[in-house]
Structure formats: C-alpha cells, structure tokens
Nanobody
Framework: QVQLVESGGGLVQAGGSLRLSCAAS?????????MGWFRQAPGKEYEFVSAISWSSGTTYYADSVKGRFTISRDNAKNTVYLQMDSLKPEDTAVYSCAAGGSTSYFRRHYAYWGQGTQVTVSS
C-alpha cells in the first residue's frame, strides 16, 4: 500500500511559479512506481499534466504545460515534484499525484492517488 500526500499549492499571480511536492509513505517505496500528475478544474474532467518513469529516464507532458512545467523525482526521499513556471489562470485546478506500474496519460493506469492540492492563478 502506498499513501501519497501533495503539498505546495496556493494562490499565485499569473506569470508566477509554484513547486508541488508529492510525498509517499507506506511499505512500498515509490522507486518501484511510475508517477503522474493530474489536475481537475471546477466543472471539468481530470486532465493529464505530466508523468515520469521510475528511473526518471522518461518524462511526459501535456501540450498545455510543455515548456512551463517540469516533473522530477527523488527516490531517496520518496518524493516527486512538479515545478510550475509561467503560470496562467487556466492552470487553476486541484492537482493530484498518482503512482502506477508504468507511465500513462490515463487515470485508470494509476493505482494510488493523493488527495490533491489546490492551485489558484489570478490574472
């Protein structure tokens, strides 16, 4: 079992930056899992944001965040990060991290989920 807890969300002005963290705990270390970030804006479906392989060798980004967001992981600290730069009001959403057997754009491929952290970008 893996428990995931996100932190780092908050209110920021457009053009600003935030770094989200996803800390894992439990009997299994996240080094065995691919990790992903998804977001859900009010009234909208979940949207894939980014994913990283267990070895950090491969990363994926949604077109909407490519060039602005950077995913990384520190397996020694059991933590995954999402550095978000040049934030836009349309980035406003609840951001959730997830752990799965392989990197995927689809929520159904991730077995473990955090509760999410709110990111609000003001114009």
């Amino acid at each position: 079992q893996v428990q995931l807890v996100e932190s780092g969300g908050g209110l920021v002005q457009a053009g600003g930056s935030l770094r989200l963290s996803c800390a894992a705990s439990g009997h299994t270390f996240i080094s065995r899992y691919a990790m992903g970030w998804f977001r859900q804006a009010p009234g909208k479906e979940y949207e894939f944001v980014s994913a990283i392989s267990w070895s950090s060798g491969t990363t994926y980004y949604a077109d909407s965040v490519k060039g602005r967001f950077t995913i990384s992981r520190d397996n020694a600290k059991n933590t995954v990060y999402l550095q978000m730069d040049s934030l836009k009001p349309e980035d406003t959403a609840v951001y959730s991290c997830a752990a799965g057997g392989s990197t995927s754009y689809f929520r159904r491929h991730y077995a473990y989920w955090g509760q999410g952290t709110q990111v609000t970008v003001s114009s």
